[in-house]
């Protein structure tokens, strides 16, 4: 009996991983080019500050090393029928365009550099360009370059095919595929989450002024490899005071999310942290509603960030104007209710999380439930791994925000859940 796993981000991987080390074959469908998730795009863990690379990379490597996983990368799941036990599964396998057998790193350079066109690189958040040919981030697993058709000008007008030039590896011809599997035995769903757009909240001037960005920006920047080479530059210069804007997009039932996003508070406290490090003579100041440092360690990393000089104030945001070249948050003092001004060279808009745009078609497929908010709906709030659907699973922010560690957790238990069941089918 084989389980389907849909998502390759923290929990899709573990969950894949203690499924196949127990002796199942498993298909894990990921999205996008690369294995990794969102995580991949954040440098340092809290409260740990050591690096996710150091993590995410090796789980990567042995999930796609695995001789009982098959990866399809770049590809959906399209359709589900049959029942816990014996699911019968389509999945859309989208064309890369790139034969990584046929090509290397050096044959990648080289089809990068004479591609003609360029586009907002979606990894560092449009802080810099990529090729229509590239490579998704610099540990992208599978790694090597693929070929994003939408802005490639061969399939635009014919008018390019310069890479098949320089690189053994280019097939234009390849198609969309439709694999089916069956004898699947159980499916577990972990497939993210989105972002808050801070454009929904125009109050905030997040699209009017370069020195109002997303925190995930912000953690492009601190990357020593990424768009910056880890410097904090905003339109040229380097901030010499920032202010940190929390729950934006979460605990807010005006843009529908009233939930806490879980994460913000803690992934401040680092970036704040790190920025201090950066820029040991900045002034930093977080505005907060209240501060939610619940997993271990995250207390004492708090205190820490203050030990820092970072200055902490409770504040709701209500409005952001510029003023010059500083940018000034607005803020309601909620304990001594009273509004109050941070004059700033940079805001750092600590966006919520949301579920998938995409998770109504998923669940439409699979047959499950959506709460009001969107994420996926568990058995009962005692088992957060089961769904309704007997045989299908649910783990990782698809549930419910949460960060990367109880991520991990959620995926090995929907594992132990997804392995219990297909035992007591096969007996
Ligand atoms: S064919 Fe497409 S990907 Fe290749 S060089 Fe031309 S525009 Fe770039
Ligand atoms: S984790 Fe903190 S910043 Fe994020 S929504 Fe909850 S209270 Fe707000």
């Given at each position: 009996m084989k389980s389907l796993v849909i998502g390759g981000g923290p929990a899709g991987l573990q969950a894949s991983l203690d499924l196949a080390n127990a002796g199942y074959d498993v298909y894990l469908v990921e999205q996008c080019f690369s294995l990794g998730g969102r995580a991949v795009q954040i440098v340092k863990n809290y409260p740990s500050l050591t690096f996710i690379k150091d993590f995410m990379k090796p789980l990567m490597d042995d999930v796609y090393n695995h001789e009982k996983i098959t990866v399809f990368t770049n590809s959906e799941v399209i359709g589900v029928d049959g029942e816990a036990g014996n699911f019968k599964v389509k999945v859309e396998k989208r064309p890369t365009y790139v034969n990584l057998e046929e090509c290397n790193d050096e044959s990648c350079a080289k089809a990068m550099d004479v591609c003609p066109v360029e586009v907002p690189n979606e990894f560092n958040v449009g802080l810099d360009k990529r090729k229509a040919i590239f490579v998704p981030f610099s540990y992208s697993v599978p790694s090597g370059c693929v070929i994003d058709e939408k802005s490639c000008l061969h399939f635009k007008d014919g008018s390019c095919s310069k890479c098949s030039e320089v690189c053994g590896g280019i097939n234009f011809d390849e198609k969309k595929e439709t694999v089916e599997i069956d004898d699947i035995g159980s499916i577990i769903v972990a497939t993210g989450f989105d972002l808050f757009d801070p454009n929904l909240r125009p109050e905030l001037a997040y699209d009017k002024y370069k020195n109002v960005i997303t925190s995930l920006e912000f953690e492009r920047m601190l990357d020593e490899n990424g768009p910056t080479k880890g410097k904090i530059i905003v339109d040229g210069k380097e901030p010499k005071s920032i202010v940190f804007a929390h729950c934006i997009g979460s605990r807010d039932k005006k843009v529908d999310n009233?939930?806490?996003?879980?994460i913000c508070c803690m992934y401040t406290a680092k970036e704040a942290y790190m920025a201090k490090e950066k820029i040991p003579d900045a002034t930093i100041a977080v505005s907060y509603i209240d501060m939610r440092a619940f997993g271990k360690g995250y207390e004492q990393f708090y205190e820490e960030v203050q030990k820092k000089q970072v200055l902490y104030r409770r504040g709701v945001a209500a409005e952001i104007y510029g003023n010059g070249d500083k940018v000034v948050l607005r803020a309601e003092d909620t304990l001594l209710s009273e509004p109050y001004e941070f004059s700033t060279d940079l805001i750092v808009l600590a966006v919520g999380v949301e579920p998938r745009s995409d998770s109504a078609k998923l669940a439409k497929v699979l047959g499950l439930q959506l709460d009001d908010c969107g994420f996926f709906v568990e058995k009962n709030v005692y088992d957060t791994c089961e769904t309704e659907k007997d045989g299908v699973f649910i783990a990782g922010c698809c549930q419910g925000p949460k960060d990367i560690p109880d991520s991990l957790m959620q995926g090995s238990a929907a594992a132990a859940k997804a392995i219990g069941l297909m035992q007591r089918c096969n007996t």
């Open positions: 009233p939930y806490c996003s879980r």
